[in-house]
């Protein structure tokens, strides 16, 4: 069995713990995302949402979306992004700067290169798509 990844907002009020088993990493570049987290991008792993458990502050988290399909959830106190629904509410995409710990896989692709923000310059090697998938 793999690890486990422990995690959390930067209030510290809400926390959780999530299997370092993630079946894909990915950076990307979408305007949702980009609005979501403030930054060029969202560095995330996906994982069977059974895979994370909420360890405190259950009764902190705020949800933007419907959470039993797609959605995100943050910290009601400091708004950190931790992590979102999708996938009909079978999977989740953990943030990867909410973790305390490096996953074992990390990001391997950009994914919506071809909708990035005007500003940003993507200087790694990892290979770029339009899209995703």
């Not at 502050?57 to 959830?73: H, K, R, S, V």
Request: hydrophobic share 35%; charged share 20%.
């Amino acid at each position: 069995m793999s690890g486990l990844l422990h995690g959390g907002c930067l209030c510290g009020a809400v926390r959780y713990a999530v299997q370092d088993a993630f079946v894909y990493a990915l950076n990307c570049h979408c305007s949702q995302c980009r609005r979501a987290t403030g930054a060029a991008c969202k560095p995330f792993g996906g994982i069977k949402r059974d895979q994370l458990t909420v360890t405190k502050g259950a009764d902190n988290l705020w949800t933007y979306g419907d959470p039993d399909d797609a959605a995100d959830f943050r910290c009601k106190t400091c708004g950190s992004f931790l992590w979102s629904v999708v996938r009909e509410g079978q999977w989740v995409h953990v943030t990867f700067g909410t973790l305390d710990q490096t996953p074992a896989k990390t990001p391997t692709e950009h994914i919506f290169a071809g909708s990035k923000a005007d500003w940003e310059e993507i200087c790694d090697r990892l290979p770029q798509h339009d899209t995703f998938g």
